[in-house]
């Protein structure tokens, strides 16, 4: 048997296989596609808790600071902060 457009029709096994291959094809597909979602979704929200963690770091910096500011520690960079302040260079990205 011939297609319209003169190529030859595969026989019926060859077909159905050809059928099953495409289900399992876009089976594959859709599985990707949901795990690339959520891999996504876990991206942001990872992304979302670093960003709140480093707000909190810097809130908490700023707690301690005015609380040795209040019992009259010096201006200058106490070894704590100087050892914070190395830390962060070191982890810069």
């Known amino acids: 048997m011939c297609f319209s457009n003169g190529i030859p029709r595969p026989p019926f096994e ?3 296989e050809a059928d099953s291959l495409r289900k399992q094809l876009k089976q594959q597909k859709n599985d990707f596609e949901k795990e690339r979602a959520i891999l996504q979704q ?3 929200l990872l ?3 670093i960003k709140d ?3 909190r770091e810097y809130k908490n910096k ?3 600071e005015s609380m040795l500011s209040a019992f009259g520690t ?3 960079e106490t070894p704590t902060q100087k050892s914070h302040r190395e830390w962060q260079a070191q982890i810069k990205v």
Do not use: D
């Open 14 to 16: 060859s077909n159905a």
């Open 42 to 44: 876990k991206v942001e």
């Open 47 to 49: 992304s979302l808790e």
């Open 53 to 55: 963690m480093k707000e």
């Open 62 to 64: 700023q707690v301690q």
């Open 74 to 76: 010096s201006q200058s």
